[in-house]
């Protein structure tokens, strides 16, 4: 199974600042044959279920806005918010979809300074 | 609109079976695969299992290999989830999510999801 580990576990940034969330995964999800990593980023705000925000490593889902950016290769991976907002405070994940079973990192909490 | 709204979730007791249901609508169901998703209390994400459009491509997470099956029928726009031989872990609320196409898809639209509480 491919395990993936989240860094740092929280983070509190001021407003208008960058946030960096970087994401290991075990094995490369990097698929040869079509050239993608088979990596995604969810946002989970409190009571609500998960929302896609960044799928392919770094193609962004339609509308979220595009101060959320995602990059990486193989096995290394980072979400970054350009400007953090306030209706950015949350929980991110990062998922792998490359191989069954297509494990999440442990989570990363997201907060105002 | 896109809409995933489980069911089935509730007390179970160690050792015995609930199935959990997911009707889907606002989208040609038989052209995705789906997933189950879960979230222990005050916990991360945990994918349980994923069924392509065809149930051709299935797949389980070790914790719930041999206890759980996944099952869709398309006709009805639904997916389910048996779940066999309860433990207390796997207390959880359960997601029911559509991938974005295939089996090895990012995960697009998800539901609220059901509570499942396993314990005597």
């Known amino acids: 199974d491919i395990v993936m580990t989240q860094s740092p576990d929280s983070l509190a940034v001021s407003l208008g600042e960058r946030a960096t969330i970087n994401c290991k995964s075990s094995?490369?999800?990097?698929?040869?044959?079509?050239?993608?990593?088979?990596l995604a980023w969810y946002q989970q705000k409190p009571g609500q279920p998960p929302k896609l925000l960044i799928y392919?490593?770094?193609t962004r889902e339609s509308g979220v806005p595009d101060r959320f950016s995602g990059s990486g290769s193989e096995t290394d991976f980072t979400l970054t918010i350009s400007s953090l907002q306030a209706e950015d405070v949350a929980v991110y994940y990062c998922?792998?979809?490359?191989?069954?079973?297509?494990?999440f990192g442990p989570g990363t909490k997201v907060d105002i300074k | 609109e896109v809409q995933l709204v489980e069911s089935g979730g509730g007390l179970g007791q160690p050792g015995r079976s609930l199935r959990l249901s997911c009707a889907a609508s606002g989208f040609t169901f038989n052209d995705y695969a789906m997933h189950w998703v879960r979230q222990a209390p005050g916990k991360g994400l945990e994918w349980v299992s994923g069924i392509s459009w065809n149930s051709g491509s299935i797949g389980y997470a070790d914790s719930v290999k041999g206890r759980f099956t996944i099952s869709r029928d398309n006709a009805k726009n639904s997916l389910y989830l048996q779940m066999n031989s309860l433990r207390a872990d796997d207390t959880a609320l359960y997601y029911c999510a559509k991938a974005k196409g295939d089996y090895g898809d990012p995960l697009d639209y998800w539901g609220q999801g059901t509570l499942v509480t396993v314990s005597s």
């Open positions: 392919w490593a770094s």
């Open positions: 094995q490369s999800v990097l698929y040869s044959s079509n050239n993608k990593n088979y």
């Open positions: 998922q792998q979809y490359y191989s069954t079973p297509f494990t």
